[in-house]
C-alpha cells in the first residue's frame, strides 16, 4: 500500500499541470492531432429475433510523450522500483505512459462498422476520458466474422479501430481471472508482482492458451471474458500479450481509475465485491448459458465463485481454481466436489474437455 501511495505521488506531480484540456478541441468536442482513442472488446447480446445491443467502449487520452514531467515521474518510479537494467527501464516506460497521460473529457467519436455505411455518434466522455454508449443496432447491418464484429472510427485521419463480440443466448461461457490465473505475475510476493507487472516480459501460465484454444473448439458457441482487478490502463500490454501468445479472443471486463480523484481508491478495494459485480451482470445478461469460471487461490476468486455458484447453480457448470499457495479444500468447503477443482497449469485441465 505504501509503494501504490508513493508512486501516486510521483504520477500526480506529473499529471497536474495538464489539467486544462485545449480550449478550441474541448468545446467542439473533436479529437485532436495529438490525442488518441483506445477502443476495448465489449459484450454484445440480442434483444429481440432483429437487434443486438451493441456496448462501445472506449478512452481518448493525450500521450503527452515529450512531457518533461512524466519522463520524471517515470524516473522517479524507476527509483520506486529499483530498476536494474535496461530492459527494465524500457517495459517501466511502456507501462506506466499510460498511467500519465492526459486524460480527455468531453470529447467524442463518430463509429461505423465494417461492411455497413451509417455512423453512430458516440456520446462524450467523462472525467477519466471513457465512453460507455449502448447502441441498439439491426442485424442487417453488423457482419460478424466469427462471432466479432469490427467497427473503426471515422472522421479521423488515423485507425482507431474496436471489436465488439455477439453472443448468441445459448452456449457456453469462460470468465477468467488474468494474474496467476493465465499470466503469471505473483501476488503474494509484491516485490515480485510490482516487477512482473511493470519491469519484465509477461509470461503465461503453461498450458493456459491450449487450454482455452481447445474451450473455444470444444464447447459450442464459446466466449470468453476476462474478468481482472487490473486497472484499463494495462489494456494494451494485456492484449498484445494474449495476441502474440496466440490465447483467443475476449472480452475486457478491468477497472476504470483516475489518478487525479477518488476512483484511484478502486485500485486498493476488496477483490471480492468487485468480481462479483463484474460478473454478476454477465450471468445475469445470458441466463441460458453455461458457464465455467477459471481463478487462483491468492487472492478471494475461490471465495467469490463460491457465492456465485450459491446465487446462479443451474448457470455454473465448472469452477477451476489455480493453487498458488497450497490452499486447502476448506476454501470450497460446501460446494459439490464434482464442480470444482484445483489446478497447476493448463495442461491439468486438458483432460476435462
Not at 500479450?241 to 490465447?247: I, M, V, Y
Not at 480523484?261 to 460478473?279: A, N
Request: charge should be neutral.
Amino acid at each position: 500500500m505504501i509503494r501504490w501511495l508513493l508512486l501516486y505521488g510521483c504520477i500526480i506531480q506529473a499529471t497536474h499541470s495538464f489539467a486544462i484540456d485545449k480550449l478550441s478541441n474541448y468545446f467542439t468536442g473533436r479529437i485532436a492531432a495529438d490525442e488518441r482513442v483506445q477502443f476495448f472488446p465489449t459484450i454484445s447480446n440480442r434483444l429481440n429475433s432483429t437487434h443486438w445491443l451493441v456496448p462501445i467502449h472506449g478512452w481518448i487520452y493525450e500521450p503527452e510523450h515529450d512531457s518533461k514531467k512524466r519522463k520524471l515521474a517515470i524516473k522517479g518510479m524507476g527509483k520506486l522500483f529499483r530498476v536494474e537494467d535496461e530492459s527494465e527501464k524500457i517495459y517501466l516506460n511502456k507501462r506506466m505512459m499510460p498511467f500519465v497521460v492526459d486524460n480527455q473529457s468531453m470529447k467524442y467519436v463518430r463509429i461505423q462498422f465494417h461492411g455497413d455505411e451509417a455512423s453512430h455518434k458516440i456520446k462524450r466522455s467523462s472525467k477519466d476520458g471513457h465512453f460507455v454508449h449502448q447502441l441498439e443496432i439491426h442485424q442487417d447491418h453488423l457482419h460478424p466474422v466469427d462471432g466479432i464484429v469490427s467497427y473503426q472510427a471515422i472522421d479521423e485521419p488515423r485507425a482507431f479501430e474496436g471489436r465488439v463480440h455477439l453472443v448468441q443466448e445459448d452456449g457456453v461461457g469462460i470468465i477468467s481471472d488474468i494474474d496467476d490465473t493465465v499470466k503469471i505475475t505473483n501476488y503474494l510476493n509484491k516485490k515480485e508482482f510490482y516487477k512482473n507487472t511493470f519491469l519484465r516480459e509477461f509470461k503465461a501460465v503453461e498450458g493456459m492458451q491450449q487450454l482455452l484454444q481447445k474451450c473455444k473448439r470444444h464447447y459450442p458457441n464459446c466466449s470468453i471474458h476476462y474478468v481482472s482487478a487490473s486497472p484499463y490502463q494495462l489494456y494494451e500490454a494485456l492484449s498484445t500479450f494474449f495476441r502474440e501468445e496466440g490465447f483467443p479472443e475476449a472480452t475486457f471486463h478491468l477497472k476504470r481509475i483516475r489518478i487525479k480523484d477518488r476512483t484511484l481508491l478502486k485500485f486498493f478495494e476488496d477483490p471480492f465485491e468487485y468480481k462479483l459485480q463484474q460478473i454478476e451482470p454477465i450471468l445475469q445478461t445470458f441466463p441460458r448459458r453455461k458457464f465455467i469460471l477459471i481463478g487462483d487461490s491468492g487472492e478471494k476468486d475461490p471465495e467469490v465463485y463460491k457465492e456465485l455458484l450459491n446465487k446462479y447453480p443451474e448457470q455454473i457448470e465448472r469452477i477451476w481454481i489455480r493453487n498458488v499457495n497450497e490452499a486447502t479444500e476448506e476454501r470450497m468447503e460446501g460446494v459439490d466436489r464434482r464442480k470444482w477443482r484445483y489446478f497447476d497449469d493448463g495442461f491439468d485441465l486438458m483432460k476435462e474437455l
